[in-house]
């Protein structure tokens, strides 16, 4: 188990790099449309980006996607990682920990994150199959878990929720009944908030109210749209001539809810979000924040630009984050805070499922936001500072 374990994880590492794994199905991120500002009154180096997650304040609203570790190949990508969140101040996740937690002599290609990164909000991870007794191996004990945490000075644990992995995974664990309860009793015995994770079928609104009753802080709605850990599964298993894992893996790659519907669906729980799933870049964040996420995750573009080289991370980094800029400057947001009030206009794919689900009055208010606030003043006068914050001169215009 313990070789299985540390291969499995270099394996991942080597798939997602070389192979194209990503889902079929699209995040459709093109589905959320901004309703342009033509004088949106606001500098761009005006801009505040900053934003508080589990009571901690991060410089910037985008979260490196928990990845990798468990073999010492995979060190440097790590590091690399680290270093950039601790230069930029984001919050960083690292891989599974499973593999550490079987075999200690792996546990470096995790700690180097802390070790490059003191100051840093650092997400520990483990599986929620681990949670419970499986055919092969019994339950972490709380021990165990609480390992994981100390082995990175963690500020958060994430449990991942990977059914959909593991089910397309040759020695994939295939028991899932007793997780929800076994999630709550953790959330109870631990000293750090834990954050609920999806791997890339997404978190639907009556799961996200569950994850809420056990006692979750937050959710990373890790949505379909990104890479399908079905797909690298797959090719894994294709690998090992095991031809009926595989094709479950294929048949299955295009399984799951779209991230942009995932962040609405979830955002009924009321716990801040991570929306990870097919993020891109700026304007994919940018999207993300106004449909109501905290923060916005990406993986796979962080794990090609740190297999590369740190220079590489900050380079990718400050191109994401200009791009954020420019998409909250021709909103009219000058903060995060205000992404959540700028209007946006739902349409396709994305509105069609959400309609059907019960949310139109939702994607209705999405896109009157500052119409419905003017409306509400009922003064019949739209000035600078309903659209920028500046009291400056005043517009008459005919009511409805």
């Not at 606001?42 to 073999?71: A, C, E, N, Q, W």
């Amino acid at each position: 188990m313990t070789e299985e374990v540390k291969q499995r994880k270099i394996e991942h590492v080597g798939i997602a790099l070389g192979q194209d794994i990503s889902a079929q199905q699209r995040a459709n991120w093109n589905d959320i449309q901004f309703v342009h500002q033509a004088l949106p009154e606001l500098d761009v180096d005006k801009i505040d980006t900053s934003v508080t997650f589990l009571g901690h304040t991060l410089r910037y609203p985008i979260f490196m996607s928990s990845l990798t570790g468990g073999h010492p190949d995979v060190t440097s990508i790590n590091r690399n990682l680290a270093r950039a969140a601790e230069r930029y101040g984001l919050a960083l996740g690292v891989g599974s920990q499973r593999a550490a937690i079987v075999n200690p002599d792996v546990a470096s290609s995790y700690a180097v994150t802390r070790q490059n990164a003191p100051h840093a909000f650092l997400i520990a991870n483990i599986g929620a199959p681990q949670l419970i007794v499986q055919a092969r191996h019994p339950a972490f004990t709380l021990q165990q878990v609480q390992q994981a945490i100390d082995m990175i000075g963690a500020n958060a644990l994430a449990v991942h929720m990977n059914s959909l992995q593991e089910a397309a995974q040759p020695e994939g664990d295939r028991r899932s009944a007793g997780e929800a309860a076994a999630l709550k009793t953790l959330t109870g015995q631990l000293d750090v908030p834990v954050i609920a994770k999806e791997t890339g079928a997404g978190v639907c609104r009556e799961q996200a109210l569950l994850l809420r009753s056990c006692g979750v802080a937050a959710i990373d709605v890790g949505g379909a749209g990104g890479s399908s850990m079905s797909a690298m599964e797959a090719a894994r298993s294709e690998s090992r001539g095991d031809g009926r894992t595989m094709n479950i893996g294929l048949l299955y790659r295009d399984w799951g809810i779209a991230t942009p519907i995932c962040v609405v669906e979830a955002g009924v729980a009321g716990l801040p979000l991570i929306s990870t799933g097919g993020v891109r870049n700026g304007l994919d964040v940018a999207r993300a924040l106004a449909l109501g996420a905290t923060l916005a995750g990406m993986g796979f573009p962080f794990l090609k630009a740190a297999s590369e080289s740190y220079e590489k991370v900050c380079e990718l980094l400050e191109t994401v984050v200009e791009e954020l800029k420019v998409a909250m400057q021709l909103s009219g947001a000058k903060s995060i805070a205000d992404m959540r009030q700028i209007d946006i206009v739902v349409t396709g794919e994305t509105r069609n499922w959400l309609t059907l689900r019960g949310f139109e009055e939702t994607l209705k208010d999405m896109a009157q936001r500052r119409w419905r606030k003017y409306k509400a003043s009922g003064d019949g006068n739209w000035s600078l500072k309903s659209s920028a914050g500046v009291e400056e001169s005043e517009v008459h215009l005919q009511s409805d």
